[in-house]
C-alpha cells in the first residue's frame, strides 16, 4: 500500500502528525510531511527534543520491525504513537492530546460517547473487561479510569456489544489483526480493529482501536459513485478507448481497460490483450508504442492521429488514434475506428492495383499481338519460310520474356519411326551447330505419353521440367537449363506436322491465358504459311507440268499445222493450177467442191490456232489505221456469194456521209475476223429473210470513238438456257445443230475473246424461232482519211527492184509443195531462173557458188534447218561483202512465234502455208 495513501486513511484534521523516510544516500531519517498543527503542539508540550533522540527511536523501530510504538510522555495529556506504513518502512508520528484532561467526570452513555470519540485505543482482557484506555484529541466528560474493569457490555449499547464481541471471540482464533466496521444507531459508521498481544507467553489481551470512519465513508461513497461516473462516462465514450498502467515490477505499461466501444468494434477481440503490454497490442505500429511511452514519461496529452491494427490470428482492425490522455500512472489511448474506411481504401488501392496491372497486361498484350503482327506480316511477304519464323521468334521473344523458341517438324522414316527434328530456333544465347544437332531426330516415342498425346490432340502443353517423368527429353531440357516449356501443336492440312515452343531459363512460368491464345494464332499462322508454301510447290509443280503441257501443245499443234497445211498447200495449190487448165463443166463442179471443202477445212485448222494463241496469251493485236466502211463492205462482199446461194437479203446500215466517222486506228483483220464468225453463222442459222449488219460510231470525248457494230438475222434463234453459255469453246445450241449445221463451236469464243482483247464487248439478244441479234462494241482512236488510206510499209522496200528475169532459189523438202511453187513461179514469171534445194544444207552450197535474187525457205528442212541456213548465208554474205539477198520464209506454223523465230534469223519476210496466190504477188511484186 502506498504511504501517501496511508496518511489519507491514518490521519485526522485534529490529529498533529509528522512523516520520517529514510535518505537513501546518507541513511538518515528526514521529515517528509507534516500538518500545520505539529509544530505547535510540539512547542506546548515541550517536545521539541533534538532530532538525535527521534532518530534513535525509529532506528530502534526500525530494527525491531515492530508495526508501532507508543510513547506516554503525559497520561492525561499526551501521546506520542510511532507506526511504520508502508512497504518503505516509513514511520508516521501521530500526536494525541486529550482535551478533558482536568475536567470534572461526568457520566455520559454510549450515544454521547461515539458522538465525541474521534480515536480510542482500548485494551480488553480474555473476559472483555477494559484494561486500559487511551483518548486522544476529543475530550470527553469522561476519563479513561471510568472504563477500567468495566466490560463491553456495560460501556457500549447492546446491538455495539454483542457484534464487538463476536468480534473479540474470532480474533481470540486468529493470529492476524481483525478490522471491522459497525453503523451505530445514529448512523455514524466506526471502524474497528482489534490486535491480539500477549505478555510473557503467558497472558493475552486484546487492543481495540475505534475510529469514526463516517467521513471516510461518505467520502469512499462519494469516492465510488464518482468512480462509478467515470466507468460509466468511460465505458459510454463513443470511440474505441485502451486504458493502460504502469507496472513498476514489470516496467511496462499494461492493458488493464477497455470500454464497450472498443469491445464492440473488435467483436471481442481487444479482451486479449488485456494483461499485454503496449508493445505488445501495438506490435505492428511501433510509432504509436513510441508516442504513448513519450506522452507518459513526459507526462503530457497528445492529440495527433496515427494509424494502427489490431491482429488476432485471421483477425485485423484497423483504427487511428485521437488522442493520449495521461494520468500519474495511467495512459488511456483514444482511438477512432476506419477499419471499413480502410478495407473501401485498400479496395480502391487493390482495384488500382488491379487496374495498372490490367494496363500492364493490356500493354503487354498489345506489343505481343504487334509482335505477332508483324512475325505473321514476316511470313506472308518474305519467300524464305525459315528465316521469316526466326526472325519472328527473336521479336515475340522480346515480348514475352521467353529465353528460346523453337520450331520442330515431325518425319517417318522407312521404317515407320516418326521422329521430331528442329528447323529453326532463336535463343537469347548464341546457338551453334552442335546445339541445333542436340534436337535432331528425337525419337516422338521416347517423348513422355502426356506431352505426346497432349500434341497430337491439337491441344497447347504447358509444364515445369522438374515436373515432367525421367526421359531423353527431359534431360535435353535440364542440359540447357530450361525451367517451363510451352509447347503448341501446328497442324497443316488436317495433320500434326510439328510443334512450336517456348521455354523460360529463368524462373518456373505459367503463362497466361491471353499469352497462349496469341501464341497461339502465331502458330496458326506458321501452320497457314507452311501450307502455303506446300500449296505453292504444288502449284509450282502443277504450273511447270501445265507449261510443260502447253508446250507440248504448242509444240503439236506447231507440228500438226506443219504436217496439215504441208499437204493442204498441195491440196489448195494445184487445184489452184489445174482450176487454170481447160476442164469440163463436170471436171470445174468437182474442183470448186475440193476448194470449198480445202477452204473449211483451212478455216477449222485457223479457228483451232486462234484459240490456242488466245489460251496461250499469244494473240497479238496490232494498231494501224484502217477504213471501217471499207472493211465491213469487204467482209459483206465475201458473205454476199453465201447469202445469194440461200436466198438471203443481205442489208448494210450505216450513218450517212460526211456525218459520220471511218477512219480509225486499231486491228482491222481482228474485226474482220469478228464479223466474218458473226456473218458466217448468221448465214448458217438463217433459211429465209434478212441479215443486218448496223454500224454506229459516236464520240465520246476528242478523238475517241464508241464504235458498234451489229449483226441482226431471222435465223433459227438461241433458247434462253443457253445464252450463257453459247460463247464457250467448243460449244453450240444442241447436240442437234452441230449434226445439221456443223462447225467446232469455236467461232464466237474466238469472237468474244477478240472482243475483249481489244477493250470491248459482244452483246447478244436472241429469242428462240425468230432470230438472234450480236452487237461488238470496242472503243476506238479515230485518225485522218490520208493516214487510213495509207499502205503501211512492208519488209524489203529497201531492196531494188529486179529484171524480171530473175534468179531464185526454192529450198523445199516435200516435192508436192515444191511442184505447186514452182509451176506457179512459172507461170508468173516464165523468164526466170529457178534453182532448187531439198534440205538447208545443199541450199548454203548452191547460195555460195550462184548469184541468186531471192529465196523462198522452208524453216522445217532435214539435215540443216532453214533458220540455221539462213544464218550461214548472212554469214556468206558478210564474208563475201555481197549485198543482202531477200530470204522469204516458208513455214506450216501459224504460231506468232512462227514470225518471230523467221525475223530473228535473218529473214525478210514469211508466207504461211497454204500459200495463197495473193501472197506469192506480194512477195513477187515487193522483192522483184
Not at 477 to 485: H, Q
Not at 558 to 579: C, D, F, K, Q, Y
Amino acid at each position: 500500500m502506498k504511504m501517501r495513501k496511508l496518511i489519507v486513511l491514518l490521519k485526522n484534521p485534529n490529529t498533529p502528525y509528522a512523516v520520517w523516510q529514510k535518505n537513501k544516500l546518507n541513511q538518515r531519517w528526514d521529515w517528509s510531511e507534516n500538518n500545520s498543527e505539529f509544530a505547535p503542539i510540539l512547542k506546548q508540550y515541550g517536545l521539541a527534543l533534538p532530532l538525535s533522540h527521534w532518530q534513535a527511536e525509529l532506528d530502534a523501530l526500525e530494527k525491531n520491525e515492530a508495526k508501532f510504538k507508543e510513547v506516554n510522555l503525559d497520561f492525561h495529556k499526551i501521546t506520542i504513537r510511532l507506526q511504520l506504513v508502508g512497504q518503505d518502512k516509513n514511520y508516521l508520528l501521530a500526536i494525541h492530546t486529550n482535551k478533558f484532561a482536568d475536567s470534572p467526570k461526568v457520566k455520559v452513555d454510549t450515544f454521547n460517547f461515539f458522538d465525541y470519540l474521534e480515536n480510542a485505543i482500548l485494551e480488553i482482557d480474555q473476559d472483555n473487561n477494559f484494561k486500559t484506555v487511551s483518548r486522544i484529541q476529543n475530550t470527553m466528560p469522561l476519563d479513561e479510569s471510568w472504563f477500567l474493569g468495566k466490560n463491553i457490555f456495560d460501556v457500549f449499547e447492546l446491538p455495539f456489544a454483542e457484534y464487538l464481541s463476536k468480534l473479540l471471540k474470532n480474533c481470540q482464533n486468529h493470529q492476524l489483526p481483525l478490522q471491522s466496521e459497525f453503523i451505530a444507531s445514529t448512523g455514524l459508521a466506526y471502524g474497528i480493529n482489534i490486535y491480539k498481544i500477549n505478555y510473557h507467553e503467558q497472558v493475552t489481551t486484546k487492543v481495540l482501536i475505534l475510529k469514526n470512519i463516517s467521513e471516510e465513508k461518505k467520502a469512499a461513497a462519494a469516492l465510488k459513485l464518482s468512480l462509478e461516473q467515470f466507468e460509466t462516462q468511460y465505458q459510454n465514450i463513443p470511440n474505441p478507448t485502451h486504458s493502460f498502467q504502469y507496472q513498476a515490477d514489470k516496467k511496462a505499461l499494461v492493458l488493464v481497460a477497455y470500454n464497450q466501444a472498443a469491445l464492440r468494434i473488435t467483436e471481442g477481440v481487444v479482451a486479449y490483450f488485456v494483461g499485454q503490454t503496449v508493445d505488445e497490442m501495438y506490435v505492428d505500429s511501433p510509432e504509436v508504442v513510441s508516442q504513448v511511452w513519450n506522452c507518459f514519461e513526459n507526462k503530457v496529452n497528445l492529440y495527433q492521429k496515427m494509424p494502427f491494427y489490431l491482429k488476432v490470428l485471421d483477425r485485423h482492425f484497423h483504427f487511428n488514434v485521437s488522442y493520449i490522455f495521461v494520468a500519474p500512472d495511467l495512459v488511456m489511448v483514444h482511438t477512432e475506428d476506419i477499419t471499413e474506411k480502410w478495407n473501401v481504401e485498400q479496395e480502391l488501392k487493390k482495384q488500382q492495383q488491379q487496374q495498372t496491372q490490367l494496363l500492364l497486361d493490356l500493354q503487354k498484350k498489345d506489343r505481343l499481338l504487334s509482335a505477332v503482327a508483324y512475325s505473321t506480316e514476316l511470313l506472308l511477304s518474305n519467300d524464305d519460310l525459315i528465316r521469316a519464323i526466326k526472325k519472328g521468334f527473336e521479336r515475340i521473344c522480346q515480348n514475352v520474356s521467353a529465353d528460346f523458341a523453337f520450331l520442330f517438324q515431325n518425319t517417318q522414316d522407312e521404317s515407320g519411326a516418326w521422329y521430331s527434328n528442329l528447323l529453326t530456333g532463336w535463343t537469347t544465347t548464341h546457338f551453334t551447330a552442335e546445339d541445333k544437332n542436340q534436337w535432331q531426330r528425337i525419337r516422338v516415342d521416347t517423348v513422355p505419353a502426356e506431352v505426346a498425346d497432349c500434341l497430337g490432340q491439337g491441344q497447347i502443353f504447358s509444364t515445369f521440367v522438374r515436373l515432367l517423368p525421367a526421359s531423353h527429353l527431359k534431360t535435353l531440357l535440364e542440359k540447357n537449363a530450361i525451367k517451363s516449356v510451352l509447347a503448341i501443336p501446328v497442324v497443316v492440312k488436317n495433320k500434326f506436322w510439328g510443334l512450336i515452343g517456348f521455354d523460360d531459363c529463368v524462373q518456373e512460368r505459367v503463362w497466361a491465358d491471353d499469352e497462349k491464345a496469341i501464341l497461339t494464332a502465331f502458330a496458326n499462322s506458321v501452320a497457314a504459311a507452311i501450307e502455303r508454301k506446300m500449296y505453292e510447290a504444288e502449284l509450282l509443280a502443277a504450273k511447270n507440268a501445265a507449261e510443260e503441257a502447253c508446250r507440248a501443245k504448242a509444240q503439236f499443234l506447231a507440228n500438226m499445222s506443219h504436217e496439215i497445211r504441208t499437204p493442204m498447200n498441195g491440196v489448195l495449190g494445184l487445184s489452184n493450177l489445174l482450176s487454170n487448165t481447160q476442164l469440163t463443166d463436170k471436171q470445174h463442179l468437182y474442183l470448186e467442191n475440193i476448194q470449198v471443202s480445202a477452204r473449211s477445212m483451212l478455216g477449222i485448222i485457223n479457228d483451232i490456232l486462234d484459240f490456242s494463241k488466245i489460251e496461250a496469251h499469244k494473240m497479238e493485236l496490232e494498231q494501224i489505221p484502217f477504213d471501217m466502211d471499207e472493211l465491213i463492205r469487204h467482209v459483206l462482199h465475201t458473205t454476199s456469194v453465201y447469202a445469194k446461194a440461200k436466198g438471203l437479203s443481205l442489208i448494210y446500215h450505216h450513218p450517212e456521209k460526211p456525218a459520220f466517222q471511218s477512219y480509225f486506228l486499231g486491228a482491222p483483220d481482228k474485226i474482220k475476223q469478228i464479223l466474218n464468225n458473226l456473218l458466217c453463222n448468221a448465214t448458217k442459222f438463217t433459211e429465209k429473210g434478212t441479215i443486218q449488219l448496223t454500224l454506229r460510231t459516236d464520240c465520246i470525248e476528242n478523238d475517241n470513238y464508241a464504235v458498234s457494230i451489229t449483226v441482226e438475222d431471222t435465223g433459227i434463234g438461241i433458247p434462253a438456257d443457253k445464252l450463257d453459255s453459247i460463247f464457250e469453246s467448243f460449244n453450240q445450241g444442241d447436240n442437234s445443230t452441230t449434226r445439221k449445221y456443223g462447225g467446232t463451236g469455236l467461232g464466237l469464243a474466238i469472237s468474244k475473246s477478240l472482243a475483249l482483247l481489244m477493250g470491248g464487248i459482244i452483246e447478244l439478244q436472241s429469242q428462240e424461232g425468230k432470230g438472234s441479234c450480236f452487237t461488238l462494241k470496242i472503243n476506238l482512236k479515230s485518225c485522218s482519211p490520208a493516214i487510213a488510206m495509207t499502205k503501211p510499209k512492208l519488209m524489203g522496200d529497201n531492196f531494188q527492184i529486179l529484171d524480171k528475169k530473175a534468179h531464185i532459189l526454192i529450198v523445199e523438202d516435200n516435192k508436192i509443195n515444191m511442184l505447186v511453187i514452182r509451176n506457179y513461179l512459172k507461170n508468173k514469171l516464165p523468164e526466170a531462173v529457178l534453182v532448187e534445194a531439198k534440205d538447208g544444207k545443199e541450199a548454203v552450197e548452191l547460195f555460195n557458188n550462184q548469184f541468186v535474187d531471192l529465196v523462198f525457205m522452208d524453216v522445217q528442212l532435214p539435215v540443216l534447218s532453214g533458220y540455221d541456213a539462213t544464218l550461214q548465208i548472212r554469214d556468206i554474205e558478210q564474208r563475201q561483202q555481197r549485198q543482202s539477198t531477200p530470204i522469204i520464209g516458208l513455214t506450216a506454223g501459224a504460231m506468232a512465234m512462227d514470225k518471230e523465230n523467221c525475223i530473228k534469223a535473218g529473214m525478210n519476210d514469211y508466207i504461211s502455208k497454204p500459200f495463197q496466190p495473193a501472197e506469192i504477188d506480194r512477195i513477187l511484186e515487193v522483192y522483184i
